[in-house]
């Protein structure tokens, strides 16, 4: 059971937008403003997408957007591509003495 | 150009001990922190540690405390994660990765290629 609950899959079709939601708890991604979002392809490592809930990295894609609202962040991905397909993980920043917490993961099939 | 570069594949027995390494290029070990992250075989991502390469400070989760232990050579840049006594579901893929920013919590900007681990009798 991850700290964190995403949708175990997503789907779109190229050209598309897709919204993966994290849903935590007041300890967690309602206490943090350090959520953030990780893109894993199949036997790679993760890739940081979004940080501090709605800041991109340099290099990273402005199709990629992070938004939060209260216990919820939410990863949107506009006109999806076929590269996007991948698994999608939220991680947040967490007031207990776990520090850190991951969600589930969210695998995001590009139809 | 910023690197974390981790040691190769491993095969232990369940009792063995193991120690894991995460060579940093490419920036100032010291001046951000590093985590270890475990992916077990077809799940998620699971945060074990930090280590502030600056003075060995460091953060364990509850999940991981006593069982893993995490440490830095500052002088090599390097980082590690080993265990005294592996169990069959230490199995799994290890990754280093790097904080965004030099103090306070931050998300993971560069990671390891990860380094998997197999511990079987």
């Known amino acids: 059971q991850s700290a964190l609950t995403q949708p175990a899959s997503v789907s779109g079709s190229p050209g598309q937008s897709i919204t993966i939601s994290c849903t935590g708890t007041s300890s967690d991604v309602g206490f943090s403003k350090y959520v953030s979002w990780y893109q894993q392809h199949p036997g790679k490592a993760p890739k940081l997408m979004i940080y501090?809930?709605?800041n991109r990295p340099s290099g990273v894609s402005n199709r990629f957007s992070g938004s939060k609202s209260g216990n919820t962040a939410s990863l949107t991905i506009s006109g999806l591509q076929a590269e996007d397909e991948a698994d999608y993980y939220c991680s947040s920043y967490t007031s207990t003495t776990t520090l850190a917490v991951f969600g589930g993961g969210t695998r995001l099939t590009v139809l | 150009e910023v690197q974390l570069v981790q040691s190769g594949a491993e095969v232990k027995e369940p009792g063995e001990s193991l120690r894991i390494s995460c060579k940093a290029s490419?920036?100032?070990?010291?001046?951000?922190?590093i985590s270890w992250v475990r992916q077990m075989p077809g799940k998620g991502l699971e945060w074990m540690g930090r280590?502030?390469?600056?003075?060995?400070?460091?953060n364990y989760s509850p999940s991981f405390e006593g069982h893993v232990t995490i440490s830095v050579d500052k002088s090599i840049s390097t980082a590690y994660l080993q265990w005294s006594s592996l169990k069959a579901s230490d199995t799994a893929i290890y990754y280093c990765a790097r904080h965004i920013r030099s103090s306070g919590w931050s998300p993971f900007d560069y990671w390891g290629q990860g380094t998997l681990a197999t511990v079987s009798s």
């Open positions: 501090d809930v709605s």
């Open positions: 280590i502030d390469p600056s003075d060995s400070y460091k």
């Open positions: 490419g920036y100032i070990i010291t001046n951000y922190w």
